[in-house]
């Protein structure tokens, strides 16, 4: 167990919706990340969040958004959603910016969506 | 792209055996980190490698790190059927815009027959 946790675990749903992903870092943790994997792109950073500020963007599309809350806890929002979208869907935390041995990245369980 | 590339993409061995796993990576970086994951399930963090160390050890796990060829490689010694899993690495660059986030290349397909 990472310390991570990701909610809901599964999520299916249907073209054109919106969902909502969780995440609650680490205890400790200032820096929440995104990462998407699929089939077709492997495992891609979307988003980083460090103290409730956006901190990095990757290849996040505009249909998707995230912020982090002053608890940290993060929220990864996916809108007007394609099939393309199922994924499985990870938040990882860590300490950061980082200090002797603190750079590690602890990932969630994920979360797996599915767009019928 | 910045990904890392494994390589294998899969291997398949004998419990007892051991595996070596090649990962290559193409900017420079600020650490190289290993994760396992087990069928679509979450990334277990297994060993950092930072740019100025060249060999590290955990357990069964052996890294090293080149970085003028910009490679690392993982070692499992006496595998095991529970080790059975993708294995992926990940580079942290070193680019202030880049920090922070990782890059994963494609995973190598570990199986381990009993």
């Known amino acids: 167990d990472s310390g991570v946790t990701q909610t809901p675990k599964h999520l299916i749903t249907a073209t054109g919706q919106r969902v909502t992903l969780r995440c609650s870092p680490r205890?400790?943790?200032?820096?929440v990340y995104w990462y998407q994997q699929s089939l077709d792109q492997g495992l891609q950073f979307l988003i980083q969040y460090y103290n409730g500020e956006e901190r990095a963007k990757g290849n996040i599309l505009e249909r998707f958004s995230a912020q982090q809350f002053p608890d940290l806890h993060s929220e990864l929002n996916l809108s007007s959603l394609e099939l393309g979208d199922s994924a499985l869907y990870f938040c990882?935390?860590?300490?950061?910016?980082?200090?002797?041995?603190?750079?590690?990245?602890?990932f969630g369980p994920g979360t797996r969506l599915t767009v019928l | 792209s910045q990904q890392g590339e494994e390589d294998p993409q899969a291997l398949s061995i004998q419990e007892g055996e051991n595996a070596t796993m090649n990962c290559s990576y193409k900017t420079s970086i600020n650490n190289l980190q290993w994760y396992r994951q087990n069928s679509g399930r979450g990334l277990v963090h297994l060993i950092l490698i930072r740019s100025n160390e060249r060999e590290k050890h955990s357990g069964r796990l052996r890294v090293t790190l080149d970085t003028s060829k910009k490679s690392s490689s993982l070692l499992i010694t006496a595998s095991r059927a529970a080790d059975t899993a993708s294995y992926f690495c990940a580079t942290e660059p070193d680019r202030g815009s880049t920090l922070g986030r990782l890059y994963f290349g494609r995973g190598t397909q570990l199986t381990v027959w009993p």
């Open positions: 205890s400790g943790d200032l820096s």
């Open positions: 990882a935390s860590s300490v950061y910016p980082r200090g002797p041995g603190m750079d590690e990245q602890f």
